[in-house]
Nanobody
Framework: QVQLVESGGGLVQAGGSLRLSCGASGRTFSNYAMGWFRQAPGKEREFVATISWNGQTTYYADSVKDRFTISRDNVKNTMYLQMNTLKPEDTAVYYC??????????????????WGQGTQVTVSS
């Protein structure tokens, strides 16, 4: 089991920045690729970004590319999502997750076995 806890969400104006954190406990954090997903009201959960077990490989949804940066610190058992130039359409609950199928990471939510409880990000116009 891996326990994940997100933090860092909040209310920000359009054009602003936030940094989300995802703290992990339980099994060895570095064994897992990790990902961020988000879910807006009335919409399905969607992929945001993923990072390989060692942080060498990252991949982003087109909607956040060049604005968001995913990173991890395997010593601190923590993953991050730096979000810049935020837009109202980025408003959602953001979830971190641990991938059970690949050490490279994946865009498919079904590949992720462990999920945090989510943190709300609200971007005002």
């Amino acid at each position: 089991q891996v326990q994940l806890v997100e933090s860092g969400g909040g209310l920000v104006q359009a054009g602003g920045s936030l940094r989300l954190s995802c703290g992990a406990s339980g099994r060895t954090f570095s064994n897992y690729a990790m990902g961020w997903f988000r879910q807006a009201p009335g919409k399905e959960r969607e992929f945001v970004a993923t990072i390989s077990w060692n942080g060498q490989t990252t991949y982003y949804a087109d909607s956040v590319k060049d604005r968001f940066t995913i990173s991890r610190d395997n010593v601190k058992n923590t993953m991050y999502l730096q979000m810049n130039t935020l837009k109202p359409e980025d408003t959602a609950v953001y979830y971190c997750a641990a991938d059970r199928t690949s050490i490279s990471g994946s865009t498919y939510a079904l590949n992720y076995a462990y999920w945090g409880q989510g943190t709300q990000v609200t971007v005002s116009s």
